[in-house]
């Protein structure tokens, strides 16, 4: 119906719906339980289902059975339809000759059925010159190290024709945001975190790359991140004044995390993989 213009029998046949299922919830619920909600519940769809149909039948001067029952043109459309889409995997098949799956684990591959490439973000050799339309590359930089972070934005411009989508956490403190790990006392973010990032820092990201900021947008909860910075200010206070103040503590060390150095962990299952 919306296709259509008229969007708002849609909204009449649910409210007509509405009215009839509390009554008959009112009325079979106490007799029959959850076997009488159901009945009243079919019986309010049907009779929504009903409205919008023959609301549609008379807007689109169509029969019940042109309605109702498929006919051989319908099938035709499914064809062509079909059709259309297998030229345009042809296509796209033509454009990026390689279609599988790139990873960086091995053990992940093993479940791959298709086409396969062993590659990494920091060499994408799989991958040609411009090949793609636009990279994204969600929640990843902040976590490389520094010895492979220049090759891997160098690498993701690489094999972008047009853009290249990034997003990271704003304006963490990794400083206050440290672990310690209880095995071998070493200090580290317990998400592998290694740079923080605000407006400016993504503006000039790519710049020696090639590529201008498009636009830059903040996603999430305000007051969140307001909160972060507050709580992180007022951390990094206390470290640097410890004699007015308690010297701050690092977080409690997360059982989802493993250390890099000595690969603690205090979850059993996940120290067994290593």
């Not at 079909?82 to 279609?99: V, Y």
């Not at 790359?209 to 903040?218: H, M």
Request: glycine letters at 4%; a positive charge.
């Amino acid at each position: 119906m919306a296709g259509r213009g008229k969007p708002q029998f849609g909204t009449y046949a649910a409210f007509a719906s509405l009215a009839v299922n509390i009554p008959l919830n009112l009325c079979f619920i106490p007799k029959w339980g959850i076997s009488g909600a159901a009945l009243s519940s079919s019986i309010a769809y049907i009779i929504a289902a009903l409205m919008v149909t023959i609301t549609f039948i008379k807007i689109s001067n169509r029969s019940w059975s042109e309605v109702l029952f498929i006919k051989n043109e319908d099938f035709q459309d499914y064809k062509n339809l079909l059709a259309k889409l297998g030229e345009k995997g042809k296509q796209m098949s033509s454009r990026f000759p390689f279609s599988g799956r790139i990873d960086r684990s091995t053990a992940a591959l093993n479940h791959v059925r298709t086409e396969k490439k062993l590659s990494s973000i920091e060499n994408l050799s799989a991958v040609q010159d411009r090949e793609f339309d636009i990279v994204s590359c969600l929640e990843v930089i902040e976590q490389l190290p520094l010895d492979i972070y220049d090759k891997a934005l160098s690498e993701i411009t690489r094999v972008s024709s047009h853009y290249v989508l990034i997003a990271t956490p704003y304006k963490q403190s990794i400083r206050t945001s440290l672990c310690e790990c209880p095995s071998c006392h070493t200090r580290f973010n317990p998400n592998y975190h290694m740079c923080s990032y605000d407006e400016d820092t993504l503006r000039a990201l790519l710049s020696c790359y090639g590529f201008e900021p498009v636009r830059v947008q903040k996603i999430g909860l305000v007051s969140s991140l307001l909160f972060i910075e507050v709580y992180s200010c007022l951390n990094q206070f206390a470290k640097n004044h410890v004699d007015c103040f308690r010297k701050a503590k690092a977080k409690q060390f997360p059982k989802y995390t493993i250390c890099p150095v000595c690969y603690y962990n205090e979850n059993e299952k996940l120290y067994a993989i290593l």
